[in-house]
């Protein structure tokens, strides 16, 4: 079965620094990947994902992936964190399940803390 | 403008209570997810559906029953044998592009 892991509960960052949110992944095949983003007290909302093609993915309010096969890793980034990107964020992988119905698969979850 | 509605976003059950969450979309999606969300837990699989009449169980199916008698609507029932009801639900679907669309989800308390 597919899974995701995300190694840190939590990521303090200083405003204006550069963050990185990480996920590996453990798929068969080729994985399709995404990343969501959670406010407090609200649904999730899709940021990005990785299908096939270039490795690097751009997504909303600036954020980007780097899809690497070698390490089984889609890490999150943003050049330039804002405190307002404090928030949780949640990676996630697409999996085939019964009937043939696509199931998709949640890392725990990572906090992002972005310091003024 | 389309999208998810989730309700109620907050309810309070007393031990031994069914409760039924309910979730409908405009968007015209087939496929639809209902996940269970507790901190530090993530978000877990209760059920999900690809057409009306038909679903399938994800990982913690038990203590939980759904229906899909339209495309629209695919509401969550949390019966009594759920043993730990207490967490925040979230229904999505599924976007033509491959992503889910959540909606806001609906906390629920057994007191």
């Known amino acids: 079965a597919q899974s995701v892991a995300q190694p840190e509960d939590q990521v303090n960052v200083a405003e204006g620094n550069p963050l990185t949110v990480k996920c590996t992944y453990s798929v068969s095949g080729n994985p399709y990947l995404f990343w969501y983003v959670q406010y407090p007290n609200r649904g999730l909302q899709f940021l990005l994902k990785?299908?096939?093609?270039?490795?690097l993915v751009k997504g909303s309010y600036g954020f980007e992936a780097e899809f690497n096969k070698s390490q089984t890793s889609f890490h999150l980034k943003k050049p330039s964190a804002l405190v307002s990107d404090s928030a949780l964020y949640f990676c996630?992988?697409?999996?085939?399940?019964?009937?043939?119905?696509?199931?998709?698969?949640f890392g725990t979850g990572t906090r992002l803390k972005v310091l003024a | 403008d389309g999208g998810i509605t989730q309700s109620p976003k907050y309810l309070f059950r007393k031990e031994g209570q069914n409760v039924t969450l309910s979730c409908e979309q405009n968007l015209n999606h087939d496929a639809m997810y209902w996940y269970r969300q507790d901190p530090g837990q993530g978000l877990r699989l209760i059920y999900y559906?690809?057409?009306?009449?038909?679903?399938q169980k994800g990982d913690i199916a038990e203590g939980y029953s759904v229906s899909r008698e339209k495309k629209e609507s695919f509401p969550l029932t949390v019966t009594s044998a759920q043993k730990n009801p207490t967490a925040f639900y979230l229904c999505a679907s599924r976007v033509n592009t491959g992503e889910l669309f959540f909606g806001e989800g609906s906390r629920l308390t057994v007191l």
């Open positions: 990785y299908i096939t093609g270039d490795n």
């Open positions: 559906s690809q057409i009306v009449n038909d679903f």
């Open positions: 996630a992988v697409r999996d085939l399940g019964t009937s043939g119905t696509y199931k998709y698969i």
